[in-house]
């Protein structure tokens, strides 16, 4: 069975069939039926042709669609539904301007500058108002210009051509005012585009600076009233009033954990002062040797110590700081490892031609969730085993430190009941040749094995 027709269309087959039974008829009364049926039909289909040029011109002009004709024929039927069409195109436009125009709102009250990236040219497609102040740029003033260019003389080049591996810039001086101190981050969020956030971090880095020498001048100050106070303890003694002898003692140890506490304090805020260091030729072998002595102190016999130097080079850096870094680790994989356990110091080549020194343990291990702020000062993963093993919680913000200063980085692993290793990884710009000075080092990994 055949579908059934839709009204219109059904209105435009009557009207044509009228118009050729009309044509017809006058045809076979004038004695010429089939030139008046064709002139009928021709008049039928210029119609038709009207009809369909008018609706062509409506939608080629992208105007608004007048009101449909009334009638009920085909044609009103279209222009009705291509009406209505137009209607709901024009509405989602609408709201897609508002859209547009709230997020604009949006992005102009921010106080942080947004610039939108051309991925590949580098170029600029858009910025906010915060943009101008922060970087000196305009829209659409600067639309379409390098963005290396504009913001001179920050080294974007190489940082844009990072794209989602970039580093975000923490502390750099505006290119619009060398004053305002800005952090930028960029944020690949398509294909073809990236957003750079541009933050005012002034204030940020003024109370930094001012927590720093607060914490420098307190240490430097406690330094005094506690070589007093150790002093006095040194004076008094057990011996003499037996009732006394665990109170001296307790403060004793007291007083020396408050000391170590200033020590390390003290040398935090010098490090974290310090934008470069002094380069000299560092003997790995004899800090390996010194490693393994301070470890075996530390341990008084109660773990295996085994000490592997397998790169057979030596660094560029400080020697003082690296040691002071190393020493830290080494001292926490003591204070952290049960009796009986495993402490391994390994000095081995890496990837890309640099090299890592590595401090395994078998110890309690660190819990995955802690893992990413274990170098924040004062962290503690357990408070009560830090107070038994006497640390300070500097000690790890110490190493990222100096690390960083040798543009080195820490990666730390970690599992529950199976212990932790701490890597301290060099580039191959840290690495040079071993002098012929530096003969005391284990040469021999099984050799350097010293057991409980």
């Known amino acids: 069975m055949p579908p059934t027709l839709q009204p219109p269309w059904q209105r435009t087959l009557a009207t044509l069939a009228l118009v050729l039974v009309a044509s017809l008829l006058v045809g076979l009364a004038v004695g010429h039926p089939w030139p008046a049926l064709a002139l009928g039909s021709l008049a039928l289909l210029a119609g038709h042709l009207l009809r369909l040029q008018r609706i062509t011109h409506l939608l080629d002009a992208r105007v608004r669609l007048p009101p449909p004709r009334p009638g009920g024929g085909a044609w009103t039927q279209v222009e009705r539904l291509l009406h209505r069409a137009r209607g709901e195109v024009r509405g989602r436009e609408r709201r897609l301007v508002e859209m547009m125009r709230a997020y604009r709102a949006v992005a102009a009250a921010l106080p942080d500058a947004l610039v939108v990236v051309d991925r590949n040219t580098q170029r600029l497609i858009w910025c906010n108002a915060a943009a101008g102040t922060l970087l000196g740029l305009r829209y659409p003033r600067d639309k379409g210009a390098s963005l290396v260019e504009r913001l001179q003389p920050l080294p974007l080049s190489h940082w844009l051509s990072a794209g989602r591996h970039a580093e975000p810039i923490v502390d750099a001086a505006s290119p619009a005012d060398p004053a305002i101190r800005i952090s930028l981050r960029l944020i690949p969020y398509s294909d073809a585009l990236w957003l750079l956030v541009a933050r005012d971090v002034g204030k940020l880095m ?121 020493s830290n680790l080494v001292a926490n994989a003591v204070r952290y490892t049960p009796s009986g356990g495993r402490i391994a110091i390994r000095f081995a080549p890496a990837e890309a031609g640099g090299v890592a020194l590595t401090v395994e343990d078998s110890g309690y291990g660190i819990p995955e969730s802690h893992l990413p702020r274990l170098t924040e000062r004062f962290y503690r993963v357990s408070s009560s085993r830090t107070r038994e093993t006497g640390g300070t919680g500097l000690g790890l913000a110490i190493v990222k430190h100096v690390l960083q200063l040798h543009q080195a980085r820490l990666d730390i692993t970690s599992e529950v009941g199976r212990g932790s290793t701490f890597t301290c990884r060099f580039g191959a710009g840290r690495v040079i040749p071993r002098s012929k000075d530096s003969h005391e080092h284990p040469q021999d990994p099984h050799a350097s094995r010293q057991h409980a």
């Open 206 to 326: 003024r109370l930094e600076q001012m927590r720093r020498d607060f914490v420098a001048n307190v240490s430097h100050e406690l330094r005094t009233p506690l070589t007093v106070v150790h002093g006095y303890l040194d004076m008094l003694d057990p011996a003499d009033s037996g009732e006394w002898e665990p109170i001296i003692g307790e403060m004793r140890r007291q007083s020396q954990r408050m000391t170590q506490l200033v020590e390390d304090l003290l040398a935090l805020s010098r490090l974290e002062a310090q934008d470069a260091l002094v380069d000299e030729d560092v003997a790995v072998g004899p800090m390996l040797s010194t490693l393994r002595r301070e470890a075996e102190a530390l341990s008084q016999g109660r773990h295996a110590i085994v000490v592997e130097d397998l790169a057979g080079v030596d660094l560029l850096g400080s020697g003082r700081e690296l040691h002071s870094a190393f």
